[in-house]
């Protein structure tokens, strides 16, 4: 089945009872039983499984082709179970290019749990492969990072962890599997922030993992069940009909984001435009390699590096919405330094390149032309 039929069908069918071609919300804690650990369907209790969930989980085992999802109450939720099988002792290699609240977790929820962390430039392979030991146990991948668009080779970085038995995880939040499918290039786990572009309507809170192996599956399962993050029916049913518009929205989105980009690089007031897309980007090559569009994330500083320009210009757009946030059908504009990227100490954000005057577009799915005079009037 190709991608977009698959964003439809995939993992789906209909309600058996009744027929309805979408599952319905089952809005219920808990199901009836005939006799005693005889329960009457394959469901128990919704904290071990519901079927709207259960029928999310199997679209997005489908879209990122593994043997499983598993959905969260948020994306954070998804990465903390993930986590959660490691213990004092585990050395985790992590990009150092994170979205701020996984830095966070990995840096305040995890600080005293014995796992240490390496914080590495994937691109610098003779640094990230020196850092690795026998206590190796996981390598954390961001790719596009966010909000620089660094890129990570996942198939340069599984041919380094697979013989060495490392499990390699990444977050696909920005790629989308519409995009990107790093189990096919040799990666064990996919993250999710399902709030972003899989939901699509900045209208849930969401997470989630796919794993290609069955074992680590079931793991991950119990983990999941025994602590308890789920999402709930109602969310579960928001984020299943995202999907179904993934292949429509992230194509556009596409298209946006390169015409937004094609407009900004030509601005006079506009130093560097941060987009895979762009031939002088310093990740082209990867980007065309491992991925099969460039999405809707751009980011960009101004000639002056003054922290005022960036702000005076969010506060001047009018279409785009000044917000933390991603992947939604509206566009959003963001203030890494000021908003998403604050919990970052300082001087770790500028040895990254998170400058005071960087601005993160999300470019919705809005007309392009609106999009670029909003842009215009907000940079006059
Ligand atoms: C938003 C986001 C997360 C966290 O997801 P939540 O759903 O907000 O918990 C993780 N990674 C990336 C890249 C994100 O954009």
Redesign the pocket.
Known sequence: MKFNTKAIHGGQHHDPSTGAVMPPVFQTSTFAQTSPGKPIGDYVYSRSANPTRTALENALASLENGVKGLAFS????A?DCLLRSFKAGDEIIAMDDL?G??YRMFTKIYKDSGIKFHYVDMNDMEKFQSLINENTKLVWL?TPT?PLMKLADIEAIALITIPKKILLAV?N??ATPYLQNPLDLGADVVMH????YLAGHSDV???ALIIKDKVLAEQLYFQQFATGATLGPMDSFLVLRGIKTLHLRMQRHCENGLKVVEFLRNHPKIKTVYFPGLSGHPFHTIAKKQMRGFGGMVSFNFVSGEKQDSIEFLEKLKIFTLAE??GGVESLANHPALMTHASIPEDIRREIGITDDLVRLSVGIEDADDLIEDLKQALA
């Not at 948020?74 to 939720?77: D, I, N, W």
């Not at 922030?193 to 972003?196: C, G, I, P, W």
């Open positions: 948020s994306g954070l939720a990465t979205y609240g996984t961001e966010n977050d939040t920005f922030s399902a709030t972003k809170i969401a997470g946030s991603l």
